[in-house]
């Protein structure tokens, strides 16, 4: 292979960084609005009154909207349009206020806000309360949310029920004699483990700008999404129109994770036909914070139990994925991954998802897995303390392998755990670390199942012998540049010679969102075997042509050639006019490629950190990352690497640093970038990689899903280190220095008292 | 078959009617500049000098710009760009004035038309000044143009030649022995015909919006155009850069007919790139009559002898057409024409396209078409007269059929010319026809060789089971309409439930320009095989979900059932979903068609007007019209219907109105729709549309192209009306009322003096 598997530089990277790249916010349509959004500052109240009067006088505001003035037919789903009666969390919109500049727009929300009254009512803060037998219900009839099901991994199976509750989706997963198990362990390890909320952190926050098109009624939305035809879908249901009628024209995405799939897009398309001119909803980052979907805090009651030799026998798990408002949450994902990385003969599982009044959780990077990871694998790391078993053999004697089954019955297709823990266990970081006072290594695993969905592509010749991918994926973490390789190996041209376009909706071959690690695995199939059919055509012209057989022909340079006689040779720009020309003999060189689901690919990685922590101030500082990961096959060396970089570094804002804090009425109280930490330079050390190759059955030339991976076992393995360098278990994220340091004195009270 | 044949109401129909269809005069871009050209007053002058100092002073001027200002590379052809030292027609643009409004640039033009000086030179205004020895070379180098090869027919053949005069193109069809052949005719008929330059007379002048697209520095030009790829080649070749750094927006043409290829595309988008803000050009009335391509003038020698039995034996012709001040006249499809109808043993063809100081010409539909059928058409009369024979059995009696060849060589299609001229014969409009005083009846036949061009298009499911066709091509005469119900017909669901896209050239599948009579013939069977394409996977899936055969599967209100037993069934959306979806089993539904360049098959009208003529005024006016059109088969019989009274009524401003008329300094005296005759409401009489089907052996459903048939016998056949109705033959058109007066006033002279 010539192309496919060199590093290479991302085709969008330059105009990122040099600040000429155009994002949704820049687009300026004639006659557009500007709205801005009254948020609910209550988590639980009826809307008394609303007076929209004073605020239509504002110069500048051209209309107020609420619920009742957006043209909905009725059955249409009300999801993420605006508040009706009751507001359910603090931040739901309940008006839309549209003004010819967005200064005006802001005017006016302010003087709406004043004129508008709210009744208060009971309100559930946390999973806790919301599980209370008294607990007001936050959601008359839960709805379920696809959203998480397209970006999820395949984990399906288990049993599952739902009943008028908060508990918005119970799932079970069992297997063996739990009980029996626990009866033949030498040792048990009982723990309850606590995540926080976590923002997505896009730099660029929600923006779409929607107008009518006259000539069908239907609506363009302009936005920042990572899932084009997922918004199409959305916005079609929430307008209860055909899908038809709505056209979503993908713009650069200033960041996702999760949190850029559908969110104001139905309601941007609503306000701009209930007024009929374009309309645009740029967030503002407050706003974003306050309404967009974070990723769900978690509760994780973990027992399990272990054999004196290091052979785990039981698990008993409870998961409790706190959902906000709307069901969403990942609580299955969580079931599956926190009892499927080891072999446990006997186990039991039940994952809830609980509805509260806080704003609804979406999917952020690998939804669920960093949640249980950090349960499974502090509680790995115990229980071979508890033996005086090395962390790494443990794991490697009892991970699971190719067949075994994950908790839902389901068995682990071909898969780099182990080879990812063997490739830890020889590095020298790890095998010649030298730990010393306030110095701790941790290391921790997690893996991803992979994610499926079916894709169409196409690759489409140019007449001057240039080639165009057209695909429906969005491009959020590089993935334009990987199918210009895959294209470029497949045709035998160098990659500058393709174009890779990402088409809207209206013209788009389908792909799924890009998430869950699926756009490479699935739709580079599709763009595999497109251009496989289009070097099929090409050789099949160029052998009548040349008057030679297909098989003897190569390309090369641009051209095709007889293997053994070059003065045969036709290029490539002379076989693309002979295919489209007046009175071409030949088809247009137009390849398509469609694939269903692929077979899970499992995406395996492990991270060893080492930190140093200041017992007074609780301060944890990292000094050393080293991430191993199973990609299948590097397809661009390059981006593979930066994802893994990437994911480190958010694995330490899981471990040290972030959480959306609410006070107790339900108010977010970081909503900004100075409040709310995410890793900085300065909080990320030098960071090394390891990419291991164990090829996909399925994936182009064997890759595998990258992306969510390598943020997975990020703060389990800081939490690892940190209870090495301190030997006190925290078993709550992040490990703020507050946390780290209330830690450390309770455990020298302890120590201190051993009788207490 | 159940849609295809129905008439069916134009989907675009009710917005452009309603005056709701937005035009790209419409579009307003952000930071967009207005653009106003100078256009050179004289037909052939040196540019002394162009002071751009006082029109840059003038209020809202940005930027004057001339050819040296573009940032064209070395080698990027300067065609449809500003003159250089050189103006070689009246009416080239000369300089650019970019502004912030169009006022501002339409004041700076004037200001720079004072400030700029010419050096007159030496012009040559008609073809027979051109040809003269010492005439003045219009163009050093003759520079090909492969607009009207892309329009045209598939005619070839024959012998080419091209050397350094005015002549750029002399084309040659030889077939027997014409010395021979007319020494074996009992009467010879001379005559020299003259037809004139023609305006496509479109509502929408020409009209683009470029914009250089930050990411990339290439440039997006929103356009009307009847053909995006042929507009993205011509502008990357003149610019010198990649294709895939153009890209071509269609958007809805105003009137075509020909006229909207290419003109100003290139031009534009040179200016936005040399401004780097995004430029609107459209032309005024004024300057589009003075710079875009009209159809050419022709002067056609024609000498054809028969034997007395009404048997053709020879023909000798020589074509000239005045293409302007560059190539790109279909002389040789009017040489193929002029000898194709008919059985001629003996021919010689001479077709010459003459360079001359005016505007360059370009495709009026049926290009060279018109010209060559007024000339044998009324050849045909005139020696059917002689004869004393019936002007359709005359015909009839020696018209070609399959198999028989064409001037150049090339044996004709299967083709329905036969049956036209019978179902004329039989017509009770013509059979019972009654002559009196004033009033004559005219017949012509005219036919087009069939264009062909290679496409592919694709037809998507989308989840709620309607479906997408996206293609390339554009929608000039309600083709998307024609292809919505070739899909639905295979597809077997209605055709609302179908919705056609024309892609832009990032996203398209390639086709050719909508012109030459080939969208439906051709992109038509691309998208008949993909919407089989489609089909086949609906029905593949809904076999395996229902288990049953595929060969048992009907598709009925939208849903997949089994034949006779109707409870097993799948709805569209449901299939759809299982194909796009999270996991899908199946690939997406994405069918996709590309079809080679079908055999070509020739489409023929018969005209048979009825004229009073005023004998004293010259007045011609019809008094009725019947068109007879073999189609092949009707996809949208209302859409063919339509297109048979626009040709109609075309060809009346062919015989009897429309001429661009120049005055000595080679200046356009009728440049308007006030000066400019195309007929009116008044001027078209009623008109019956008979629709004959011969089927097509390649087309989709057997339709055959059905644009430029009905144009062509039309001034022919008003010709041989009136000189039914005058005794006179006139052999000029526009027969306007002072050339008729004035040939019966000669007529008249001649009769009263027979001696003379």
Redesign the interface.
């Known amino acids: 292979m010539t192309t496919v598997g060199k590093p290479t530089r991302r085709i969008?990277g330059v105009?990122k960084v040099t600040g000429?790249?155009?994002y949704t916010e820049d687009l300026?349509l004639?006659g557009m609005l500007h709205a801005r959004l009254l948020l609910s500052p209550h988590p639980h109240a009826r809307i008394r009154r609303l007076s929209k009067d004073a605020a239509l006088k504002v110069p500048g505001v051209v209309a107020v909207l609420t619920l009742s003035d957006l043209p909905l037919p009725p059955g249409a789903s009300a999801r993420r349009m605006l508040a009706g009666a009751e507001v359910r969390y603090t931040g739901e919109p309940v008006a839309a206020v549209l003004a010819e500049s967005e200064a005006a727009a802001t005017d006016g929300v302010e003087v709406l806000a004043i004129s508008t009254e709210y009744e208060l009512l009971p309100a559930v803060l946390t999973a806790t309360e919301a599980m209370a037998d008294e607990a007001p219900l936050v959601s008359p009839a839960a709805e379920d949310d696809?959203e998480a099901?397209?970006h999820?991994a395949?984990t399906?199976g288990g049993s599952h029920e739902q009943k008028p509750s908060n508990v918005a989706n119970r799932y079970h997963y069992h297997r063996g004699d739990v009980a029996q198990g626990f009866r033949e362990a030498d040792v048990v390890v009982e723990r309850t483990y606590t995540t926080s909320r976590l923002h997505q952190a896009y730099l660029e926050p929600h923006a779409t700008v929607a107008a009518v098109d006259?000539?069908t009624g239907g609506v363009t939305i302009h936005t920042a999404t990572q899932g084009t035809?997922f918004v199409r879908?959305a916005t079609?249901k929430a307008l209860g129109v055909?899908?038809?009628l709505i056209r979503v024209v993908p713009l650069t995405v200033g960041g996702g994770f999760g949190g850029k799939i559908v969110l104001t897009q139905p309601l941007t398309a609503a306000l701009a036909l209930a007024v009929k001119r374009p309309v645009r909803l740029v967030l503002s980052r407050r706003d974003d914070f306050l309404l967009s979907a974070p990723g769900p805090g978690s509760t994780i009651e973990l027992r399990t139990g272990v054999k004196r030799d290091g052979t785990l026998v039981a698990l008993h798990g409870r998961l409790i994925f706190d959902a906000g408002a709307s069901s969403g949450a990942p609580a299955g994902i969580g079931g599956v991954l926190l009892g499927g990385y080891y072999r446990f003969p006997h186990l039991h599982i039940e994952a809830l998802e609980v509805l509260t009044h806080k704003p609804p959780v979406g999917a952020y990077r690998a939804p669920g897995a960093p949640q249980a990871t950090f349960a499974i694998e502090s509680q790995m790391d115990e229980m071979a303390k508890e033996l005086g078993l090395d962390p790494v053999e443990f794991r490697l004697r009892n991970a699971v392998d190719e067949g075994d089954p994950m908790p839902n019955g389901r068995p682990w297709a071909r898969m780099g755990l182990r080879k990812v823990l063997e490739t830890l266990r020889d590095h020298p970081s790890w095998r010649d670390r030298v730990s010393s006072e306030g110095i701790g290594y941790g290391v921790a695993v997690g893996g991803w199942p992979g994610?499926?969905?079916?894709?169409?592509a196409?690759v489409?010749a140019?007449?001057?012998g240039?080639f165009?991918v057209?695909m429906g994926a969005v491009d959020i973490t590089g993935t334009a540049t990987s199918m210009a390789l895959i294209a470029a190996e497949v045709l035998g041209i160098p990659p500058d010679r393709i174009?890779v376009?990402t088409?809207?909706t209206?013209?788009?071959?389908?792909a799924?969102m890009a998430a869950?690690s699926k756009t490479t695995y699935t739709v580079g199939l599709a763009v595999k075997g497109a251009a496989e059919d289009a070097r099929r055509q090409v050789l099949a012209i160029a052998a009548k042509e040349l008057e030679a057989r297909q098989d003897d022909l190569e390309i090369e340079d641009a051209t095709v050639r007889v293997r053994g006689t070059p003065q045969k040779a036709l290029p490539l720009a002379v076989v693309a006019q002979k295919?489209?020309?007046?009175?071409?003999?030949?088809?247009?060189v137009?390849g398509?490629g469609?694939?269903?689901?692929p077979k899970a690919s499992p995406g395996f990685a492990a991270h060893l950190v080492k930190v140093r922590v200041d017992p007074e101030t609780g301060q944890a500082r990292l000094q050393g990352h080293l991430v191993i990961q199973d990609v299948g096959f590097a397809i661009n060396p390059a981006a593979v690497d930066g994802q893994m970089r990437g994911g480190a570094a958010q694995g330490i804002g899981w471990g040290l640093l972030e959480s959306m804090v609410y006070d107790e009425a339900g108010t977010l109280l970081n909503g900004s970038f100075a409040d709310y930490s995410i890793p900085r330079a300065t909080d990320v050390p030098a960071t090394e990689t390891v990419i291991i190759e164990v090829p996909s059955e399925s994936g182009p030339f064997g890759a595998k899903g990258v992306g969510e991976p390598p943020v997975i076992p990020g703060g389990a393995a800081v939490a690892n280190a940190v209870a090495a360098a301190t030997g006190v278990r925290i078993t709550t994220l992040p490990m703020t220095p507050e946390r780290v340091a209330a830690a450390i004195r309770e455990h020298r009270r302890d120590s201190a008292n051993p009788g207490n």
Request: charged content about 20%; aromatic content about 8%.
């Open positions: 969008e105009e000429t790249a155009r300026v004639p696809a099901a397209g999820g395949a399906g006259p000539m035809f879908e079609a055909s899908e038809q994610g499926v969905e079916s894709a169409s196409c489409r140019n007449l001057d240039t165009q057209v174009r376009v088409a809207d209206d013209q788009a071959p389908y799924g869950g295919s489209m020309s007046f009175g071409a003999k030949y088809p247009p137009f398509t469609s694939v269903p689901s």
